[in-house]
């Protein structure tokens, strides 16, 4: 009896990661419902707390209420932690914790971190983590100490090392998170190639993945000088998507006033640029996003919905998956069995997870979109941007979420949570694998 109540209250990895987020969500939610973290003393109120706490954790930046102007410094250093914690996973910053104190990593604890940087196994796995924490930390010092020395000519010796530190860890992390106030991000410096570049360097190095990041640093220590077949796909990928992006938006919006008419040539390409790398993962912007036109935001909408690598800060289907993807229509354009991408053949498992990845994504933005087309009065493609936008963990907005009724904000909170877990490990949560005792006969179906 009691060993199948303890196979009952037995949680597998990918239960224990939504319960993890989910109460970390939960307890951000409570200190940001405080009075001392509202700007005008007064609780923000549950619904919005709530909404807040999860944006935060699932490194999303979608806001109801202006973190610049409505928190206090308390209730953004509680964003900011969030942040830090959802982006780089609630058991990595328990395996920082379990390091300090020299506690042993235990084998469940492994199979979790396994789980959450999307591993095939949990060999080198609390090597990972170090990794990641140190990278992780490295990188937002020097991006925060940058930025510092950037707007300490706009203001405060102070409040410029705030500002760098707040938005070093909101970009790397790809939250979009900003506190400049009235909703504005990055639109006052869309011009200033300092901030473009560094705001760019640290979203690309946050969505390029831990796993790739520890890749390309390390590449110079190893006598084998070459890449993983996973590096050589996201960085392929990325960069591909980074410069088809800058050219899209460049040639969409090079004469319209409200975007890129009003910049000189430079301004033009560097925001075309910071765009379409801020599209697919961050959500912090230099362009007004409501200005852009609506071939340009459906545009956003598809890279949003590509979104980052795996094991990083970003949502999406990844790019991998895209990779697969675009590979497989190739394979079958050509008359191929197989798929190979970089002289390597693709096992049919991995084609198949894409295909899964990319159709529950998929069904889970369309549903959202017409449950809120019911419930929110406003047009089709801003709904689809922001469910889109939610899903995919990026944060851009066109003006739809501040105005969200009460359902419209829970729906999106889930979303967000879906998003950030990914489809794959809520189904796995959801559902108890059961090894098939038996095959089904071979059946023909006719396609095309």
């Known amino acids: 009896m009691l060993n199948e109540q303890h196979r ?27 009075p001392v973290s509202s700007a005008n003393g007064q609780s923000v109120g549950f619904v919005d707390a709530l909404f807040t706490a999860t944006s935060a954790t699932c490194v999303t930046g979608l806001v109801i209420l202006d973190t610049g102007y409505d928190f206090s410094i308390f209730g953004q250093v509680v964003i900011l932690f969030l ?29 979790i971190l396994q789980e959450a940087f999307n591993q095939s196994s949990i060999e080198g796995i609390v090597k990972l983590v170090r990794k990641v924490l140190f990278y992780s930390l490295t990188i937002e010092a020097i991006g925060a100490v940058l930025f510092a020395l ?12 705030y500002f760098g530190v707040f938005h070093a860890i909101s970009l790397f992390n790809n939250a979009g998170f900003d506190i400049f106030g009235e909703y504005r991000s990055l639109t006052l410096y869309v011009d200033d190639p300092f901030i473009n570049i560094i705001a760019m360097a640290l979203i690309v190095s946050g969505g390029l993945g831990f796993v790739v990041l520890s890749d390309v640093l390390e590449l110079r220590k190893r006598k084998k000088r070459t890449l993983s077949l996973h590096s050589k796909v996201v960085l392929s990928i990325t960069g591909f998507l980074i410069v088809f992006g800058a050219m899209v938006v460049f040639v969409l919006e090079f004469t319209n006033t409200k975007t890129l008419g009003g910049l000189d040539a430079g301004g033009k390409v560097l925001a075309s640029f910071f765009q379409s790398v801020t599209s697919r993962t961050a959500g912090a912007n230099s362009l007004d996003i409501a200005g852009l036109r609506q071939a340009t935001q459906f545009f956003i909408i598809l890279l949003m919905f590509i979104g980052a690598s795996p094991g990083s800060t970003g949502g999406g289907i990844k790019t991998t998956t895209f990779a697969i993807l675009v590979g497989a229509v190739l394979s079958m354009v050509r008359g191929r069995d197989d798929v190979v991408i970089f002289r390597y053949r693709l096992a049919q498992e991995r084609i198949i997870k894409a295909l899964t990845i990319t159709m529950i994504s998929l069904l889970l933005v369309v549903g959202v979109t017409m449950i809120l087309s019911t419930t929110e009065d406003a047009r089709f493609l801003m709904i689809l941007f922001e469910t889109t936008s939610a899903f ?17 904000k829970l729906l999106i909170c889930l979303t967000m949570f879906a998003g950030r877990l990914g489809p794959i490990t809520l189904a796995y949560a959801l559902n108890r694998k059961s090894k098939e005792l038996y095959r089904h006969p071979e059946g023909k179906i006719i396609i095309g």
């Open 392 to 408: 995919a963990t990026v944060g851009l907005s066109m003006g739809l979420t501040p105005e969200l009724t009460t359902i419209g």
């Open 83 to 111: 942040i830090q914690i959802g982006g780089l996973g609630f058991m990595t910053m328990s395996t920082l914790i379990a390091i300090v104190f020299r506690r042993r990593i235990s084998l469940r604890e492994r199979l």
């Open 150 to 161: 950037r707007w300490s000519f706009d203001m405060s010796i102070g409040k410029a090392v």
């Open 8 to 34: 009952i209250f037995k949680l597998n990895p990918p239960q224990i990661l939504v319960l993890g987020f989910a109460g970390i969500i939960l307890i951000g939610t409570l200190l940001l419902m405080l």
